[in-house]
């Protein structure tokens, strides 16, 4: 076996043996029969699985866990979990669960927000991509091939190992799967500059529910449009993706400043839900809204709104600019540095822009009980309306980030690709709380939704939008495997708006027997009666 290869696989995994009686499940028991017949057939000399009776299965399950909602021992395990190497491992897992009925999971960084990647409510496995990661960086062609498996923190280094001179338009979080994030959309700190991460994918390698392996010329033009940004677990297991490099600046420009509304901080919102989509796309300022304990009371809230930018060019540039559009923010030099892309990848990180290797660590630092939400706003909203989200927030423990839009984003169309949330949004907001005890779960889930309630006069409408890689179950979800598109149209059209039905017809293309699915997979689209 390849040294190389060996380095990359988990240190908990079992060498299967062709002989089983490992489970009395008989589908199980024939999958990894399946399973290892196959590989054998493709004389692998390593057979990588983890099984449920294997004394490293517990901790494997927990440890791969990044919302601890999903740590509760009622909700019901894989059957096993396969750490593919090659993609003809890939291959052999959908061929095997697709001919003994067991659904299959895909995780590439496992932050599924509803923990999609990793539970089931029927008998699964698990497609675990994370030794799927090498890194291609062709500086040359401005191009990278990266498999499903890595991190964005690793891509980030990777492309700054070659050049400084480029970057790639995507998430903020280094340990996020690429596969997961660019098959929602993907969105970071460059995209009002250069769009979306799916804006930016040139070819795609992708494991279809026959067991072929599909390059974007044998899968054709829909099914390529379909998993950039219409989440690609719907219609395969994306092993690969090929992208496009985006030039930076030497330097960037960064600040955060911090405000109370006791300080003022309403107003500055006020003036930058007003501004923030017409800056230059060279600008992004996104705010983040939280409740921090208020001074000179003993027990008392306040809101604090941060506002971060990052801004593609010198300090002195992005001075003048705030002056001209947003001067009641009193931004200073002294407020700003200057640092190279990669830096500030490590800055919105919350990493020490001297430890780039940071970014290599694959592992989530701190995990919590959490519930997530999104909208997006097409008007501004009311100071009256905004007094009220206050004590919503500080009732509920809950913090906003708040993204705008504009830029590159208002002139992409919006069925370019299924992501359709482009020109007319002002910013997004994603609504978060997290929690430390499992206790408290159904109240701080039962808050959310009352927050979630209040903002609707506030927010898009028909449909209520929202963002897929926010995954959100009260949205809705699949019954199962016969869920009609009229029934899945209920969370399908504010993910997708009108290009949802687009989607069901390419998966009946592909998918026609709804293999791949969970919650809220694509449906079939129904077929018209002659």
């Not at 804006?199 to 026959?210: E, G, S, T």
């Not at 390059?215 to 099914?223: F, I, T, V």
């Not at 482009?422 to 808050?447: A, C, P």
């Not at 939704?449 to 898009?460: E, I, N, Q, T």
């Amino acid at each position: 076996m390849n040294m190389e290869i060996f380095k990359l696989l988990p240190i908990l995994f079992i060498f299967i043996n062709p002989v089983w009686s490992i489970t009395s499940n008989s589908a199980t028991e024939s999958f990894l029969q399946c399973f290892t017949s196959h590989i054998q057939n493709l004389k692998s000399s390593s057979k990588i699985i983890l099984i449920k009776n294997s004394s490293a299965y517990a901790s494997v399950v927990q440890s791969s866990i990044q919302n601890l909602r999903f740590l509760n021992t009622s909700i019901s395990k894989p059957e096993a979990i396969i750490y593919p190497f090659h993609d003809s491992h890939v291959q052999a897992a959908v061929i095997c669960s697709k001919t003994n009925g067991i659904l299959i999971r895909i995780r590439s960084g496992g932050h599924d927000y509803e923990g999609q990647s990793y539970v089931s409510r029927a008998p699964f496995v698990i497609i675990d991509l994370s030794n799927l990661r090498s890194i291609d960086v062709d500086i040359e062609n401005e191009s990278a091939w990266v498999e499903s498996g890595a991190t964005f923190g690793e891509l980030y280094y990777r492309i700054a190992e070659k050049s400084k001179a480029y970057g790639f338009p995507a998430g903020s979080c280094p340990t996020m799967g690429v596969g997961g994030h660019i098959s929602g959309g993907g969105f970071g700190t460059l995209f009002r500059k250069y769009g979306l991460a799916a804006d930016n994918v040139l070819d795609a390698k992708i494991v279809d529910v026959n067991g072929r392996v599909l390059d974007r010329k044998s899968m054709g033009e829909e099914l390529f449009w379909a998993i950039r940004g219409g989440g690609g677990s719907s219609f395969g297991v994306i092993v690969a993706w090929k992208l496009r490099l985006v030039p930076v600046p030497p330097s960037v420009t960064v600040f955060s400043i911090s405000k109370t509304t006791e300080q003022g901080a309403t107003k500055l919102f006020s003036k930058w839900q007003n501004i923030a989509d017409k800056f230059h796309e060279d600008l992004f300022l996104h705010t983040v809204i939280g409740v921090e304990d208020k001074a000179g009371t003993n027990g008392g809230k306040t809101i604090v709104i941060e506002f971060s930018s990052l801004f593609l060019g010198p300090v002195e540039k992005l001075l003048l600019l705030m002056q001209d559009n947003f001067p009641e923010l009193s931004v200073a030099r002294s407020d700003c540095t200057e640092m190279s892309w990669i830096e500030s990848v490590l800055y919105f990180a919350s990493i020490s822009i001297n430890e780039s290797e940071a970014l290599l660590n694959r592992t989530q630092q701190s995990k919590s009980f959490f519930k997530a939400k999104s909208d997006y706003v097409n008007e501004p909203i009311s100071e009256a309306g905004l007094e009220g989200l206050w004590q919503n927030l500080i009732e509920v423990g809950a913090y906003l980030i708040l993204t705008p839009y504009g830029g590159k984003m208002s002139e992409i169309s919006n069925s370019e690709i299924p992501f359709p949330h482009r020109s007319g949004n002002l910013f997004k907001i994603q609504y978060m709380v997290t929690w430390d005890n499992e206790k408290e779960t159904e109240k701080h889930i039962g808050m959310m939704r009352k927050l979630y309630a209040y903002m609707a006069p506030y927010v898009s409408k028909s449909p209520r939008a929202a963002y897929l890689n926010y995954k959100d179950l009260d949205l809705g979800r699949n019954k199962d495997a016969n869920t009609s598109y009229a029934q899945a149209s209920i969370w399908g059209l504010s993910y997708f708006k009108n290009n949802f039905r687009r989607l069901a017809q390419v998966k009946t293309l592909v998918d026609p027997g709804n293999f791949f699915r969970d919650e809220q997979s694509i449906p079939v689209y129904p077929s018209r009666k002659k």
